[in-house]
C-alpha cells in the first residue's frame, strides 16, 4: 500500500497485534517457542429455534515469561442478552504431576468501556480469572461451556471461527451440529469440512495444525480478513433486510420534536441538496458516537427521539436520527449494512458480515451515500474501508438488495502544502508553512485534532512538521475551522530551522515532504491502494541571499496509467520557485502494474533526491537585468537555443522564447522550448496559457514532420527522433489540460450531488 506522506500526521494511529514466538529448529519438543498449544477443541451446537452451545477446552504448554504474561490472566467474552458463560474448569500440572486447579469462583464478570459508559448500548461482558501457580515448564488446561438461552433472531443462528495460526498449534479441532432438514449455508474455502448425519443431525468436523510459524505472524487491526469457517441459516441477503427494517422502521417515526428540529435546520433552503447538508452537518458533528461495532451491541437501534435527547448514539443510532430528521423534511434515506474490514460474500448471508451501518439517500438520478459516524467527513464522502464495498441497502418499500458503494469520492481529492521561506545568509531556513486536505487525510486529521486544546497546538504542530519530515523548530500553530464539513481542512504554522544548507556550494533539498510515492520492496499479491483520484501539490518558494548563483535541477515528468507526476524548478529575481504535482488517476495498482509502478517510484523518489546549490560569484544571477533586446548577438540557432535553456530569470527566458520563434520559425527546436516555457506556466497557475504553449509544441512537431527533407524521414533514427519529439509533446499538452480542468473543477464543483 502506498501512503501520501500527510497521511504521516494522524497521531491516532493504533496497531493491536500479536507477536509471534521466535523461529524454532524444526526438532518435535518446539523447545524454543513461548509456548505451544497441544490441543484446542470447540465443540458447537445449534437448536432450530436459534438456541444452543458452545464447549472449548485447551491444552497449552507454558515454556516462557511472555507466555505466562500472555496467559496469566484468562479472559472468556459473551453477551449477557442471551448466553450463559460456565468456567468448568482450569487447571495447572507441574513437571512433577502436581495439578493445581483455580476455582471458578474466583472469575470476576466485567463490563467492557463502551457497557460501562452507555449500558444500553451493548450486553457483552468478560469473565476474567487469574491462573493459580502457572510457571515456566507447565501445561496449562482450561474448559469452558457457552449456554445460548435466547436466540438473537427467532429460528435463525450463524457461527464463524478462525483456526489459531498467531503460534505452534498440534492439533485443532471444530465440531458444528445441526438439525438435520434445517438449512445451512457452510463456507469454508482454504480447509473442506467431513460431513456426517448422526441422531437427527448434521455435523460438520474441521481438522488442522500449525507447526511452523514465520517471525512476527499475525494479523494488524488494519489486516483483517474474512474468517475461517463461516456457517449462517439465512436463505439469501433479503431475509436479512428485511428482519433489519423491521427493527429499525418503527424507530425513525417523526415525533413533535424531530419535526421541529428538523424545520429548524432547514428554514430558508430551497432545495434537497441544502436541506440534507444542513441535517448532515448537525448529526455528523453534534452527536457523540458511542463505538459499538453492529452486531456486537444491540441489533435495534434507539429512537430518533432518544437520540435527539441522548445527544450521542452508535453508528446505527446516528442513522436513525438522520433519516427521521431527513423523512421530517420530506426526503427519504434508507439504511446501509455493511463491513468496514472486508467485502460481503454475496453467497453467504450471515449478520456476522456487517458491522456498521451508513445512509443511501436514493434522489432523484443522483443518490448519496453517507456516512454520520465519524463527525469530520465532508458529505457525501465514504472512508476509503467503505468505498468500492458491497453492501446490503434496504429500501423502505421494496426488497432489499446487495449492492456495491462508490469507489471514487463525489469530489476530487486534493492536498496541498505552501511554503513561503527565506534562506538566510547564515544558512537557516525560515517562514510559514500551510497545509490544506481535502478527503481522506482530512477526516483522520480532523478526527485527530479537533479534540486538541490550543494551548497544546504548538506541541501537536511539532509533531505535524516531524511526521512531514521538517526537523526545526515550530511555533504560532494555527487550525482554522476544523468543525466545519464543507471546507478542506487548514493548518498552518511557522517553521524555522538552523544550518539548513551544506557543503562548499550550499546545496540544499527543496524544503517539501516526499510526495508518496515510494518504490517497494516486494510486489503485492493483490491491488495495492494508490490513494483516491486526485491531485497533491506541493509548493515551495524561497528567498535566497544577495550574492548567489541558483544551481537547479531539471525539471521532471514521469507518467504512467495510474498516476502522473510533474516537478519544476524555476529562479527568478532572487526567488526560487519549486512545484511537484501528483495526479493519481486511479485508486489501486494492479499486479499487472507493478513493473511499470517500480519505475514510475523510482523516477519519482529520483526527483526528490535531487538538491539545489548556491554559488557565490559576486552577482546573483537570478538578479540579472533583463537585456532590452536579447537575441542581437546571437548568430548561430543553437547557441540561441541553448542561451534560452540556460537563463533562469522568467521574465528574460519569456521575451527570448517569444525572439526566437519570431528568429527561427521553422527550428527543431521550438517544440522543446514550447514543452519547456508551458511547464513553467503551470508552475505560476497560469493553466491557460500554458495549454496553449503545449498545443503550439504539437503543431510544431506536426510542421517539422511535414516539411522534413525526404532524406530525413527516411532515416530511422530521424524517425526514432520525431516520433519521442511527438509523444513528449502530446503527453504534455493532455497533462497541462488535466491541469486546467483540476482548476476548473476546484472553482465550479460543488461537494456532493448537484441540486
Known sequence: MVEPSIRFLIICILVCFWTAPQAFSQTADYAKEDYVIEQLKVDVAFSSDGTGEEEQSARIKIQSEAAIKAFGILSFPYNSAFERLEIRGISVTKANGTVINTPASEAQDTATEAARFAPSYTDVRTKQIPVKGLGVGDTLQFQIRKVRTASQILDQFWYTHDFFTAGVILDEALTVRVPAGKYVKVSSPDNNPVVREQDNSVIYSWKTSQLKVAKQQGKTATAKSPPSVRLTSFHNWQEIGRWYEGLQSAQTVVTPSIQAKAEELTRGLKTNLEKERSIYQFVATKFRYISVSFGAGRYQPHSAEE?????????????????????????????????????????????????????????????????????????????????????????????????????????????????????????????????????DSEVLLKTALKDIAPAEWTAAGQIAALALGYSGTVSDVQIYDSDNTDSAFHFSFKYEQKNYTSGENRQFKAPLPTIGVEPQKEAPRSPFVLGAPGKVTYRATIKVPDGYTVILPSNASPTSEFAQYFATYVANEGVINVVRVLIRKKTKVTENEWEAFTKFAAAVSSDERNVIGLTRNGVNSVNATPERNPLPALQVETAAYNKIRAEQNVQVKKKLVLAFEQSFPKSEHLPELYIDWSRILVSQSDFTSAVQYAQKAVTAVAKIRTDAPILDKKDPRWQEWINGLDASAKNNLTWTKQMLAWQQQQIQSSIGRKP
Not at 448514539?313 to 431527513?326: E, I, N, R, S, V
Not at 434522489?363 to 463527525?375: L, N, Y
Request: aromatic share 6%.
Open 307 to 439: 437520540v435527539l435527547t441522548n445527544a450521542y448514539g452508535d453508528c446505527k443510532d446516528k442513522h436513525t436520527l438522520f433519516a427521521a430528521l431527513l423523512k421530517a423534511a420530506g426526503i427519504d434515506a434508507w439504511p446501509v449494512l455493511i463491513n468496514t474490514d472486508f467485502d460481503l460474500d454475496p453467497d453467504v448471508a450471515s449478520p456476522d458480515q456487517l458491522n456498521h451501518v451508513i445512509t443511501y439517500i436514493p434522489g432523484e438520478g443522483s443518490p448519496a451515500w453517507i456516512d454520520t459516524t465519524p463527525g469530520t467527513a465532508p458529505f457525501g464522502m465514504l472512508l476509503l474501508s467503505l468505498r468500492d464495498r458491497k453492501a446490503l441497502v434496504i429500501p423502505a418499500n421494496a426488497e432489499p438488495a446487495v449492492m456495491t458503494t462508490p469507489e471514487a469520492l463525489p469530489f476530487p481529492a486534493d492536498e496541498t502544502i505552501d511554503l513561503e521561506a527565506e534562506l538566510r545568509a547564515d544558512g537557516t531556513l525560515a517562514g510559514r508553512l500551510d497545509v490544506f486536505v481535502r478527503g
